[in-house]
């Protein structure tokens, strides 16, 4: 049962912006906190942005600190992505997560994963 669903990813030209959904389908889930992780091709899953649910802390990887922006919308169980300036490195499968241990960037911290969504940047 997927718990977990992801949205919103595409084809976009360098430069461009897109903006990632991921929607708790549990009541329980929308109390976890949220991040976003994401692969490339051929290379290890990495951190992208993390936010808790009480208070709204973010936390960013270096690489799209000021670029990126993660919320939530408590209400509804959903988290956004809000991607800009992007690049071709940014190409990669984002994946949505939860857990309960707070916004970091260890994935082995999160017990619920969506399926991807893929995000797909030109040059």
């Known amino acids: 049962q997927v718990q977990l669903v992801e949205s919103g990813g595409g084809l976009v030209q360098t430069g461009g912006s897109l903006r990632l959904s991921c929607a708790a389908s549990?009541?329980?889930?929308?109390?976890?906190?949220k991040a976003w992780f994401r692969q490339a091709p051929g290379k290890e899953r990495e951190f992208v942005a993390a936010?808790?649910?009480?208070?709204?802390?973010?936390v960013y990887a270096d690489s799209v600190k000021g670029r990126f922006t993660i919320s939530r919308d408590n209400a509804n169980r959903t988290v956004y992505l809000q991607m800009s300036s992007l690049k071709p490195e940014d190409t990669a499968v984002y994946y949505c997560?939860?857990?309960?241990?707070?916004?970091?960037?260890?994935?082995?911290?999160?017990?619920?994963w969506g399926q991807g969504t893929q995000v797909t940047v030109s040059s």
């Open positions: 549990e009541r329980t889930l929308g109390y976890y906190a």
């Open positions: 997560a939860a857990g309960l241990t707070g916004a970091n960037s260890f994935p082995t911290t999160y017990n619920n």
């Open positions: 936010i808790t649910w009480s208070s709204g802390r973010t």
